[in-house]
């Protein structure tokens, strides 16, 4: 074996073996080597080696043969530069023949050798000579009947002799496995885990350990890790089947190590001192690779040989422990452990997620709009899914999409599905901001809310009362009730957090308009909350008729009246969120949507409403009218309602400065903090920062307290990124909504691109969906014009994100090169975001 040839290389301490060229496999063994492990001799074939022998030039067989001597017996396995990325299946065996198995026969025994034997002819009659697999399957596969019957099946097929020369075994393997990676569908499948077009494949060949044997000792194979795949917690555990080879003990009735087992004795029965050596060597494995690893193993007489090391499997909560482990073990470092978890796999720690062991009755695919998956009873309405809820069912709330209306059956529900909507739409929006499952944009299924039926698109109706499941994780609408994994957060995951929090640069707020919102925020650690949505505190239903009185108001002194019934309530809304806030930021919005979202739409709600207040149906019919608008986004809202009303935005102020000086009172100091939506010019912030001054001079009058706050504008329209620098003369803050903002760059209904954004997105319009990943080049563009131009008047100018982007790891990396002070998202998605954001600054 020549070491100055990298293209077939032993395996040594010093062999020039990198996972850039050899791969994975044969870099991970080539540490074993290093850590004089027991592992048997390898040959590492180069990436070009592999390329060369798929294009049919074979390297010299007598030089690749050469380290393992005379009748060797070897096994030839996969080894791309990402383990994850797959490659062809290991071949076991190779250079058996008929001589070689009489000789065997002798040693081994019979059966044994016969199995050996069968093995290879069978791999090499599927994977070489390309046989059906189908034709082995009536063979009895053992002993030398079967063998005898393998071989003939391979003859009659093939039409010639089962090749007896190793040399030539090997060359067919090797060529095998070589173009299998060259195949379209392994290229397209490594492409999906996100291997490059060209990746390239080793292969390792390494001498047979051989498992099987009779009267010297154990056999066997197996695998052994230290910790359980499933919590990341000190565990030993592992396969083993005693007379086996390769993966045999994974598959078949194999023994688990740890307890007595009833299939049998267990390794530490029958082979102690092995055992032991094992977990020693898993062990060194572990503090020396730095990595949990499991390790694969074959016991021959009672050696052991260690054939490879893998990355032990893990979910994201064990991920988490075991990255903590390590670091709390001084294996790795802090900054190490952070990055080794992918931030989006911590939603897998905040919800209850689908077993994914367990089977799935696939009804339908839409947006993955908020995560966690929940089982239960379909109701078609708000007031069902309260009803289903107050009988302590379980109920998921299926709508065509759901309006300010449903909150309360949002609430009732255990998860939400609709039909239509995006991202943005209000169903997503609302179920992230609770933590509550949600699939939107499930167009495939079939909505009959009136008979109260779901057809599915292969034929299946689904009715009120019957159970499904939303897997809001991955957009999946599935029938009946599959086993679940709960949330699981621990001790882990907080020690963790607490590091990101040590490295992280930028600010991580949440969006919370309820108490309840504001409490997981606080619990998930959020500093402060970035948006409270004040317009969600009047759909409770006895504000919503004071709201409808004061919609119905003839002119301002009837607006006020019924305004100042509203002041109290939302005081108490104020001081709750504050008191919850302990003094840290609470950004408040003032009152955005269009007025018409806190009517009824149906003739039946308009006559409730006539006489809820005391009107003839006509009054009220005609103020809907004169209410609804063609683009009602792009109409009377925001601001625009604001100036057109100031009333509106006097109460909210009113309500806000009372609160603090409440909250201030028996609590740390609040500064509240007061945010204009939907801005477009800088006169709209001047006439609402006058009001807003004279309210707060009025509440300080009135009460002699004194008090600070900040006031901001929301920047939501392309103009207001455009005219930043005019706008923050008045504005001590600037947060984007990237929402409307998205809304309004591409032109495009936030609650209507639902519809065809699969198609858009499927056939590259799109990169991703810009509602739900921040589309960089245009709205990007905006935000990076506005931040400067902003903070160049005003360069103590405050800057953050507060639309759906904000949690999202791409926007965190953008918004931290920009400048930003802090970004906002859903209370669930602060640990992605502050785990995102460390992984930034490390
Ligand atoms: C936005 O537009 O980005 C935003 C946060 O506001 P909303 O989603 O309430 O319109
Ligand atoms: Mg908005």
């Known amino acids: ?49 592999v390329h060369r022998i798929a294009g049919g030039e074979m390297p010299d067989m007598q030089v690749l043969l050469e380290p393992f001597g005379p009748a060797p017996l070897l096994c030839v396995r996969p080894s791309s530069e990402d383990p994850d990325w797959g490659g062809p299946g290991a071949v076991l065996n190779v250079g058996i023949n008929d001589a070689r198995y009489l000789k065997l026969s002798q040693t081994l025994g019979l059966r044994a050798a016969a199995s050996i034997y069968l093995r290879f002819v069978q791999s090499f009659a599927i994977h070489v000579a390309r046989l059906d697999p189908d034709m082995f399957e009536d063979v009895a596969l053992d002993g030398p009947e079967g063998l005898a019957e393998v071989l003939r099946v391979y003859e009659d097929e093939t039409e010639e002799p089962f090749p007896q020369d190793p040399a030539v075994q090997l060359a067919e393997v090797l060529r095998s496995m070589a173009r299998a990676w060259e195949g379209t569908t392994a290229r397209l499948l490594r492409q999906a885990k996100g291997a490059p077009a060209d990746a390239g494949l080793g292969l390792v060949v390494q001498e047979m350990a051989l498992g099987l044997g009779q009267g010297q000792g154990e056999c066997g194979s197996g695998v052994i890790q230290l910790v359980d795949s499933k919590t990341g917690l000190p565990q030993i555990t592992g396969r083993y089947l005693s007379q086996s080879q390769g993966r045999d003990a994974l598959e078949g009735d194999a023994s688990l190590f740890l307890e007595r087992d009833p299939r049998g004795p267990s390794l530490q029965e029958l082979e102690p001192e092995g055992f032991d050596q094992l977990i020693a060597h898993t062990r060194l494995m572990r503090q020396r690779l730095r990595e949990e690893m499991q390790a694969e193993f074959t016991i021959e007489n009672g050696q052991v040989h260690v054939l490879d090391g893998v990355r032990v499997a893990r979910n994201a909560r064990a991920a988490v422990r075991i990255a903590v482990s390590l670091a709390e073990d001084g294996i790795i470092s802090r900054d190490d452990a952070l990055m080794r978890i992918e931030p989006r796999s911590m939603n897998e720690l905040l919800h209850r997620q689908i077993d994914p062991d367990a089977p799935r009755d696939r009804l339908a695919r839409g947006i993955a709009a908020s995560p966690g998956a929940a089982s239960g009873r379909i109701v078609f309405s708000a007031a069902e899914a309260q009803a289903s809820a107050a009988r302590g069912e379980p109920c998921i709330l299926v709508r065509r999409e759901t309006s300010p209306e449903d909150i309360r059956g949002m609430h009732a529900a255990v998860a939400v599905l609709t039909e239509r909507g995006g991202m943005t739409s209000h169903a997503a929006v609302i179920g992230r901001g609770m933590g509550l499952p949600c699939v939107v944009g499930a167009s495939s299924l079939s909505f009959q809310p009136r008979r109260k039926t779901l057809m599915v698109p292969d034929g299946r109706e689904f009715r009120a009362g019957d159970i499904i499941t939303v897997d809001g994780t991955n957009g999946e609408v599935l029938a009946g009730e599959p086993a679940m994994l709960e949330a699981a957060q621990g001790d882990a995951f907080q020690t963790l957090m607490g590091w990101a929090d040590e490295v992280r640069d930028i600010g991580v707020r949440a969006n919370a308009d309820t108490p309840a919102d504001a409490q997981t925020a606080r619990n998930f650690n959020a500093q402060g909350i970035g948006l409270c949505r004040t317009e969600h505190m009047f759909f409770e239903a006895d504000r919503l008729t004071v709201m409808r009185e004061m919609i119905f108001a003839d002119d301002g002194d009837d607006r006020r009246a019924a305004l100042d019934r509203l002041l109290p309530m939302q005081r108490a809304d104020f ?268």
């Open 1 to 49: 074996m020549q070491q100055d040839n990298p293209d077939i290389t032993l395996i040594t301490q010093t062999a020039p073996v990198a996972a850039t060229t050899h791969g994975g496999r044969a870099k991970c063994l080539q540490r074993l080597v290093r850590l004089n492990l027991p592992v048997p001799k390898t040959v590492a074939l180069s990436f070009d080696a």
């Open 575 to 842: 001081i709750e969120l504050f008191r919850i806030m302990q003094g840290q930021p609470v950004c408040i919005r003032l009152f955005d949507p269009p007025l018409h979202e806190f009517l009824p739409s149906d003739r039946a709600g308009h006559r409730e409403l006539a006489e809820a207040l005391d009107l003839p149906l006509s009054d009220v019919t005609r103020r809907v009218e004169a209410l609804s608008e063609y683009n009602p986004m792009l109409g009377m809202r925001g601001v625009r309602l604001g100036i057109t009303m100031p009333e509106i935005y006097d109460m909210q102020a009113r309500a806000i400065f009372e609160a603090t000086i409440e909250a201030s009172k028996d609590g740390a100091p609040v500064v509240p903090e007061i945010m204009i939506p939907l801005v477009s010019a800088k006169r709209e912030v001047e006439l609402v920062k006058t009001r807003i001054d004279a309210a707060a001079a009025a509440v300080r009058n009135e009460t002699g307290r004194d008090f600070t706050f900040r006031l901001g504008v929301m920047v939501e329209t392309p103009r207001a990124a455009l005219r930043a620098a005019e706008i923050a003369q008045h504005s001590s803050f600037l947060s984007f909504g990237t929402n409307d903002l998205t809304q309004m760059t591409y032109g495009l209904s936030r609650d209507d691109a639902g519809r065809f954004m699969s198609t858009y997105v499927q056939q590259g319009v799109f990169p991703e969906d810009p509602f739900h990943q921040l589309d960089i080049e245009g709205v990007g563009e905006l935000l990076q014009i506005g931040a400067e131009r902003g903070r160049e008047a005003r360069p103590d100018l405050v800057l953050s994100i507060c639309g759906e982007h904000g949690g999202n790891p791409e926007s965190i990396a953008f918004c931290r090169a920009a400048g930003f002070n802090y970004v906002s998202c859903s209370p669930f998605r602060v640990p992605v975001a502050r785990l995102a954001a460390a992984q930034f600054a490390v």
